[in-house]
């Protein structure tokens, strides 16, 4: 980008004008420049002045009335002969301005990559992006920790989250949905840290995992049974593994006529149903507000009348409450959990049984388990960045003190460490098989069995 200023004469090639629109890979080096940000935060002050003196700011404007005052910034700029840009680099500066003023500043290009999964900024001059469950670094930039944590504050004062140096790490979210996670120093040596979980506008459907390889159409099929027949599942895997992305699709296959209750600590599920009621944890904050933890939510949502409960993740005393509504008249909910497989989906469960206070025999806990809990879905990220369904397992009992456990299909990776390998079917009839023959379509379950 070509600027009249003291060390910018250079100009590059124009880029395409419909930069919104398109995937963002390698920001040109000139926009990371330092002269480039310094007259970025003049014009942004420029343009932050004149909405002052007009008595509104960006939100209440809107984005056609805020690019005009952008432009007039501009055309300002230009005629002094501080500024000298060709169209595209005009549109550019525009679009970098608008960011900066009533959005996420360096952010929000990255954001509207549809490439992009995850965004993790690492200080001010270290971003990393995710696609294709690969990390790579960008030259994306901050001009430096002040202006990070400008941006910060801009994403958690709308969810009504606070970041400093009392509360150094927030959960938040978007107003899109995206996840995000923040810690700021004294906790963060290194400048403030942000991770951003982007959120998919348009939910996953079966077709899409099965085109994906992620699993196999057998195992769509017995899994859009399951949930037809109520089956109460539990998906497990490691971070980033797409549990939340699987849940969301599973509630693909509910009823329009249920009526269904989300809990999550910061609301990401996309249910198309007509009748859910979503309801998000809140942690303590400093100005007095107690914290209203998912225990809280699951108790009150058994007097919602639910149909079915949704729990984004079981990770504390919750776990009690939500075993009793799965055991005791709202079969056909579901939960995610970290684990590495399902048995160690259920050694978890227990001992969060045994934080929330419940120090009956290890026989006693695991019958309650096993009573409550009818399907153990395990995803995985591979090595090479793909997400498999490794097993799917029914839960049948208990045989002396060890669950049984009855595997319907599982991923066997060849050769191992590969990311390659197969889809298997392991039992050729579910244990479950009446009760979904009970509740489904016939035709669908003649592809299982």
Not at 41 to 51: F, G, K, N, S
Not at 52 to 80: F, K, P, V, W
Not at 156 to 162: A, K, L, M, S
Not at 305 to 317: A, H, Q, S, W
Request: a neutral charge; aromatic letters at 4%; proline letters at 5%.
């Amino acid at each position: 980008m070509s600027f009249l200023t003291d060390d910018m004469s250079t100009r590059r090639t124009p880029a395409k004008p419909d930069v919104r629109s398109a995937p963002i890979t390698q920001p040109a080096t000139q926009r990371m420049s330092d002269s480039y940000q310094a007259m970025k935060a003049q014009l942004c002050q420029q343009v932050i002045e004149q909405l002052e003196a007009l008595g509104s700011n960006a939100e209440a404007l809107g984005q056609r009335l805020l690019r005009e005052q952008i432009e007039q910034a501009i055309t300002i700029r230009s005629r002094r002969g501080q500024l000298a840009l060709n169209s595209a680099e005009r549109l550019l500066l525009i679009e970098d301005v608008e960011d900066e003023v009533a959005g996420l500043g360096p952010l929000a290009p990255l954001l509207r990559d549809p490439t992009i999964d995850d965004v993790i900024v690492n200080g001010c001059s270290r971003v990393y992006v995710e696609r294709n469950g690969l990390l790579e670094k960008v030259e994306t930039r901050f001009r430096d920790d002040t202006h990070l944590m400008n941006i910060i504050q801009r994403i958690v004062g709308p969810v009504g989250r606070r970041v400093d140096e009392a509360t150094p790490y927030v959960d938040a979210r978007l107003h899109d949905g995206s996840r995000v996670n923040i810690v700021i120093p004294p906790i963060a040596l290194d400048g403030p840290l942000l991770s951003i979980r982007k959120f998919r506008m348009q939910a996953l459907t079966a077709e899409h995992f099965i085109d994906r390889n992620v699993m196999s159409q057998e195992m769509a099929n017995y899994l859009g049974a399951a949930v037809r027949a109520r089956l109460n599942i539990l998906i497990c895997g490691g971070t980033g593994a797409g549990k939340s992305t699987l849940l969301n699709m599973l509630s693909g296959f509910i009823g329009d006529k249920e009526r269904l209750i989300t809990i999550e600590d910061a609301a990401e599920l996309q249910l198309r149903q007509h009748h859910v009621v979503r309801l998000e944890t809140r942690p303590p904050n400093a100005d007095g507000d107690r914290e209203v933890s998912a225990r809280e939510l699951l108790r009150n949502a058994l007097r919602m009348r639910p149909d079915r409960i949704i729990l984004g993740e079981v990770r504390g005393t919750e776990a009690v409450e939500m075993l009793q509504a799965m055991s005791t008249g709202h079969d056909g909910s579901m939960a995610t959990l970290h684990g590495n497989s399902p048995r160690d989906a259920f050694a978890r469960l227990e001992m969060l049984l045994g934080f929330a206070g419940l120090q009956n025999d290890v026989r006693a806990i695991r019958r309650f388990i096993a009573n409550s809990v009818h399907l153990v879905v395990h995803i995985q990220r591979l090595v090479n960045g793909s997400r498999r369904i490794m097993s799917i397992t029914e839960v049948t009992g208990l045989e002396s003190e060890a669950y049984s456990l009855n595997e319907i299909f599982a991923f066997e990776e060849q050769p191992p460490m590969s990311g390659l390998g197969e889809f298997r079917t392991l039992t050729p009839r579910p244990h479950f098989a009446p009760r979904m023959q009970e509740y489904s379509a016939s035709a669908a379950l003649e592809k299982l069995w």
